[in-house]
C-alpha cells in the first residue's frame, strides 16, 4: 500500500470511529517537565524525552533548544503533518512540504522593562509545496488544513490555561 493511501485509509477509519463515539478522540495528553542543572529542563512524555535549555548569553549553557525553538518546531512539524495529512485525504499527490517560520519578538517584555509583550509580536509561516497538482487542489489542501489544524489554533486563539502550585519541602 503506498503511503498516501495509508495515511488516508488510518484517517478515515479514525474519522468513522469519532464520529461513532466521539468520546474516545477524547482526553488529556500529560507531558511533564523537570529543572536539571542551571536552566537546563528534561521534558518526558511517554517513551518520549527532550532537553530544553537557554543560550549562554541568557544564563543557559546551550546545551539543547530553547522553548522557543521547540514551540516553533511544533507548530512547523503540526503544519507539515496537516498539509500531507489533508493532501493524502483529498487526494492531492504532494511530493513534500517545507515551513518557514518567523516569528518577531521583543525581548523586553520577558525581563519586565517594557510594557510590551512577552511572547511574539507576530509569527508568519512561509509554505513551500513540492507538486504537480493544479494550484486550487493544493490551495484546497493548504486551507482544510490550517482550519484544522491544533497549533494553528493553539498560537491564534489559545485555551483555557490554569496554573495549580504544590510546594514541597526541598530535598536533602
Known amino acids: 500500500m503506498e503511503r498516501a493511501e495509508r495515511i488516508r485509509t488510518a484517517i478515515e477509519r479514525n474519522v468513522k470511529a469519532v464520529k461513532l463515539r466521539p468520546g474516545i478522540g477524547q482526553g488529556t495528553a500529560v507531558t511533564r517537565v523537570r529543572s536539571l542543572e542551571g536552566l537546563k529542563c528534561e521534558i518526558e512524555e511517554g517513551p518520549w524525552k527532550l532537553t530544553a535549555d ?3 548569553k541568557t544564563g543557559g549553557d546551550n546545551t539543547a533548544p530553547n522553548p522557543g525553538v521547540l514551540g516553533r518546531a511544533a507548530l ?3 503544519l ?3 498539509y500531507m495529512t489533508w493532501a493524502a485525504r483529498l487526494g492531492v499527490p504532494i511530493a513534500g512540504v517545507e515551513i518557514e517560520l518567523q516569528a518577531d519578538y521583543d525581548v523586553r517584555g ?3 522593562v517594557a510594557d510590551v509583550r512577552p511572547g511574539y ?6 509554505v513551500t509545496v513540492e507538486s504537480d497538482a493544479p494550484e486550487a487542489d493544493i490551495m484546497r489542501v493548504l486551507d482544510e488544513a490550517d482550519a484544522h489544524s491544533s497549533y494553528i ?15 514541597v519541602a526541598q530535598r536533602s
Open 54 to 56: 537557554m543560550s549562554e
Open 76 to 78: 512547523g512539524s503540526c
Open 80 to 82: 507539515v503533518i496537516c
Open 110 to 112: 520577558e525581563y519586565g
Open 121 to 126: 509580536l507576530q509569527v508568519r509561516y512561509i
Open 153 to 167: 489554533d493553539v498560537f491564534r486563539d489559545p485555551g483555557d490555561l490554569r496554573r495549580e502550585v504544590h510546594i
